[in-house]
């Protein structure tokens, strides 16, 4: 019996706590996480006030893109525990109301899956048209499509002499969805986790499912615009959604790669014909000089702002957005976009307020909630992420950039910033494993762990707590229109959200100076009070105002 809240638009008003396995909690002494640590800690999550967890893929898998290559989708991977261990978790977090969204990757499996071991070499298996399969060209690869991972996204297969395509590391294999019993596979898949109780779904790279059929040359970039929101796309997602997501009522999210707005409306449609929600990713690449995200530099503010204005309003009465900063791909953002030393509590504050105000459903990656940081790595050796070692190799030792200054990079861009073992207290290993972990821990986590923040009443740990609470006691926050009321500012992040009773302002500073903030005239400001803060002894309302550095106010007025 699970006391879960029923409403089948529950996730509108959720809050989602995404689990990376792997780096959360280890219930012994094998250096990396599992199922069982993160049932040892549903109280901790209990206790923030989430509504529902997602973990990244626990299957069988050989974990060279740590469980994003799966190898058996019916299983659970040892490394993180038993099928039992899995259907106790559930049980657990179904007792505590908490949910159970599984990462769910179809774009590609492994290589080491038994599909891809009987395609592999025989041309007259079964399942060889599970995938893509080119004949060379010229003696060499079929097209000049990129990996996501850097170099081709075609590798060979030597005994029948044809290439299959991988659009990421060369054991991820591209399954064929124009194939029907492809879809019948997919189908299957997620119908037997959906009966076992899993209450939701993340797709992983499911914009890319459907590739133009001519599999053309790719004159002005990297292939990725034959792929991206794909000529079929809609359809299979439809056609996945008709006969297994509004069956179970599963909750979806998928993970869109280089999208457009138009695409996500209708992926998003409120219909619910294809997916709940949708997660993009343009307003993490404000920090790529030129579109380059192997370099390091500065953050755009201006289009950030500007990207945040046309996600928004374009979703609006259309379709719905994941909010988030974080995840298991990205840097943390205390250390991106924020301050990780002197300011590191307001301005972690400040990013999560400048987001879960805005409409759409939040998620906060692990150890977010704590304001972890980037682990600030000094060595190559160091780091475990096959993009980023990927990239470290064709950098330095194909293109002569210089290896401090590639390390420079990682310590900004690298995935593995937000890979480090989870901080849960002051002990050795900051209390996530007995053993030495898989990936070394930030070396900050003394001063910087759960432990320490659950009782520090001013941390971010209860600012997050706030948050969560907000979206369900203020109906603004779900439906409220949005509008940036100050694009141009230079340093403050300023917008509203209005519906018939209630208008509210989301005031950031985005910079570790004080800044002057002047609303527009025809705001009503008479009945507005501040409803959270990161600063002690928050001045009152003003039409004009000083911000303190990374100073976040929320102001609630009723019409």
């Given at each position: ?444 986590y003394s001063e910087i762990n759960a432990n320490q923040a659950v009782s520090d009443k001013n941390s971010v740990f209860y600012f997050y ?95």
């Open positions: 019996m699970t006391s879960v809240n029923q409403d089948a638009n529950w996730w509108k008003t959720a809050t989602v706590y995404q689990i990376y396995p792997k780096s959360f909690c280890d219930s012994g002494a094998k250096g990396t996480g599992d199922i069982q640590g993160i049932i040892s800690k549903l109280d901790y999550l209990n206790k923030l006030g989430i509504d529902a967890i997602w973990l990244t893929p626990v299957y069988e898998s050989p974990m060279v893109d740590n469980g994003y290559d799966i190898s058996n989708y019916f299983e659970i991977n040892p490394d993180f525990g038993t099928m039992d261990d899995f259907e106790q978790l559930l049980a657990l977090a179904h007792e505590r109301g908490i949910r159970v969204i599984m990462d769910i990757v179809v774009n590609h499996t492994s290589t080491e899956h038994a599909w891809f071991k009987s395609a592999l070499g025989d041309l007259s298996s079964p399942y060889r048209d599970y995938y893509i399969w080119k004949d060379p060209i010229d003696g060499g690869v079929p097209n000049n499509w990129q990996s996501k991972f850097g170099g081709s996204a075609w590798t060979l297969d030597k005994a029948t002499n044809q290439y299959y395509l991988r659009l990421f590391a060369e054991q991820q294999a591209d399954l064929n969805w124009e194939n029907p019993k492809v879809r019948e596979e997919v189908k299957g898949i997620i119908s037997y986790w959906a009966k076992k109780g899993v209450d939701g779904f993340r797709l992983d790279v499911i914009n890319l499912i459907s590739k133009q059929q001519d599999f053309a040359d790719d004159d002005t970039g990297d292939g990725r615009r034959f792929y991206t929101d794909g000529p079929r796309v809609h359809e299979y997602l439809q056609e996945i959604s008709d006969s297994v997501f509004q069956k179970y009522g599963s909750v979806t999210v998928g993970e869109m790669s280089s999208t457009t707005l138009e695409h996500c409306q209708q992926y998003s449609s409120l219909d619910g014909k294809e997916l709940s929600m949708v997660f993009n990713f343009h307003h993490l690449k404000v920090d790529y000089p030129n579109g380059d995200k192997w370099t390091t530099g500065p953050f755009d503010f201006i289009q950030l702002k500007k990207i945040f204005n046309h996600w928004q309003t374009g979703l609006n009465g259309k379709g719905w957005g994941a909010l988030f900063w974080c995840n298991h791909d990205q840097p943390r953002v205390v250390s991106r976009l924020g301050d990780d030393q002197q300011y590191r509590v307001e301005s972690a504050k400040m990013l999560a307020a400048s987001v879960h105000m805005m409409q759409g459903t939040p998620y906060i990656y692990q150890g977010e909630e704590i304001g972890m940081t980037n682990p600030g790595y000094t060595s190559i050796a160091q780091y475990r992420d096959v993009e980023s070692t990927n990239m470290y190799e064709i950098m330095v030792e194909s293109q002569g950039v210089d290896c401090e200054e590639m390390l420079a990079i990682l310590r900004q861009k690298s995935r593995d910033n937000s890979r480090t073992p989870m901080q849960w207290d002051s002990t050795q290993y900051a209390g996530f494993s007995k053993a030495e972990p898989w990936l070394e821990v930030a070396s900050n707590k706030k948050l969560i609470e907000l979206r369900k006691e203020i109906p603004v926050i779900t439906d409220g229109q949005y509008q940036d009321l100050l694009p141009q500012d230079k340093a403050i992040f300023a917008y509203q959200r209005t519906n018939a009773k209630q208008t509210l302002i989301c005031l950031n500073n985005y910079y570790g100076e004080e800044a002057e903030c002047v609303l527009p005239t025809d705001i009503d400001l008479s009945d507005a009070r501040v409803i959270l803060g990161n600063y002690e002894h928050s001045i009152g309302v003003a039409r004009h105002q000083i911000l303190r550095p990374y100073e976040t106010k929320v102001i609630l007025v009723d019409n």
